[in-house]
């Protein structure tokens, strides 16, 4: 049976996010049903929303930082039940075939991945609808298990913020006798902290401001650094192994490239423009560095991410919000004025009636 | 004793490359000097030589790609002889304690190598002339060995433009399997097609003339892409796992980052310069790719290169000049017309009164 759910859509471009009915497809045989009960709110729902990267399909349901549990499975399905704690991230669904996906790396699936929403079903065409729903349909293959430890509220926004900080920091190899600097305090960045100090690094934040100092130290920084202060960037040239820079706004690179050791690596993983004012090559050249990006991680590894946060007792610090709220979320996020991501209570969106 | 003996100096930015009488330093205790038989003119000898970097103390005398013959050792050499047949490249010596100078990375000296010419020895606090003169004094320790098999005339550019296109093939473990582009077929991208073909990748060189297919071919290139050609271009799309851009002027990085695979990297070794126009991050981020940079190479590793050169039959495809001849290779240079590095027959100064 078609499903007819609630969920907050925006309708264009201009408006906020407004209540809309929106068609779930009919479960297939690979698919769980669940029931969304947290999702986080991701700088990209924004971006979507308003049309900021130009290829928004209205109505778009946004939400890909999806909590909840299982309420009935397709008859191929083996690896869940009803009843139990799933998670969903970015997306729902890849080719299988290539060699991206072979690799365990669907994000980079080489006949692109379908993204969870905004996305196309690579069945029937039909558009994907993101988490602020009351549920969601997927196949069990992008699905993720929530370990029993880990709190649903705060473990929501793992499943964007936690694998694109968690992904680059393995992909590098990043342990003991690493010295990592973050760039950027926000959703981002307070995971970057976290998972950087619980690989066993030694922890920078790159901070314009020093009131975040104290915030920083209890996330897991061992040092912090005023990126506006030449002093202060000049006792740390040549000296990380490592970098996670997480702004997704255009910024000067150059000041933090110097500061990377011979053979170090800065990584891109908020920022998709071009990279102005322009990098200067010769950071590169004198020290064989190098400038990489990273988007967020293959399924395999979000679940890796999601058992090592259980282990070492790791979840986001996020700020509760009913769905009604969320456009004055957006506004405060644009602010930078939320500590570190809002997470939906999705059981609020049961006040509206379809 | 102090020499004062034949060399070409330039005397200021505005002028072409004059004579000039130079003291070269006294040897000391562990120091070859070599009586300078050929050396290669490099772009970055134009550079500073017309003090484009800004840093030129004249008189500068150009020259870091030196073949000749050990005339007089020091008491405490104890690898070279009168009449070995030696190298220098670009550096004359380093700190020898720091972290990079113990690894064998002493072009990334942390207390900055002494360039073979406008450095600072230092010891004696005296600038350093390079190899458009009759000899050098250098210490054993930045003495590279010959191999009897490589002809001395076109080895000698093997010691900048050489070791600049190996050392990076090398650090990043280039070989069977891969596919590797080069950017630029000048005296260092003749090289890295060359030292490509031998490490055992499927090689493609980047033009921008069809007309260049044939030479490309003939140093090792397996295809030859028209980077002009938005078919060829696309047809090439997330295809190499490693370019080596070799061109030294500001050029738009973009369509190469496109040709890269997830996960590949495009290592810049020409360019100095700030990236413009701007690189689009995306291009990164969507594939987990890198933008490095490499310079030269360490003292061992040039050693390594040139054994190397030797076992493969590699050498440089050289034009030889004589010394009074400079400007006119200066002036062909900047057209690019010149297959593949001008070599000075350094018997030409011989004609020169002091």
Known sequence: MTMNIRSFAATSATSPVALHAI???????????????????????????????????????????????????GKNVNHYKPGDWVGVGCMVDSCQHCASCQDGLEQFCENVATFTYNGK??????????????????????????PEKLDPKSAAPLLCAGITTYSPLRYWKIGKGHKVAVVGLGGLGHMALKFAKALGADVTLFTRSMSKAPEATRLGADHVVLSTDADQMKAVSNHFDFILDTVPQQHDLNPYLATLKRDGTCVLVGLLEPVEPPMNSGLLVMGRKSLAGSLIGGIAETQEMLNFCAQHNITCD????????????YTRMLKSDVKYRFVIDMKSIETESL
């Open 23 to 73: 068609i779930r497809r009919d479960p297939r045989e690979d698919d769980v049903v669940i029931k969304i009960l947290y999702c986080g709110v991701c700088h990209s729902d924004i971006h979507q929303a308003r049309n900021e990267w130009h290829n928004t399909i209205y109505p778009v349901v946004p939400g890909h930082e999806i909590i909840g549990q299982v309420t009935s499975v």
């Open 121 to 146: 079903d690579r069945h029937d065409g039909t558009i994907t609808y993101g988490g602020y729903s009351e549920s969601i349909v997927v196949s069990e293959k992008f699905v993720l298990r929530l």
């Open 318 to 329: 996020v700020e509760m919000i009913n769905i009604q709220e969320i456009n004055q979320a």
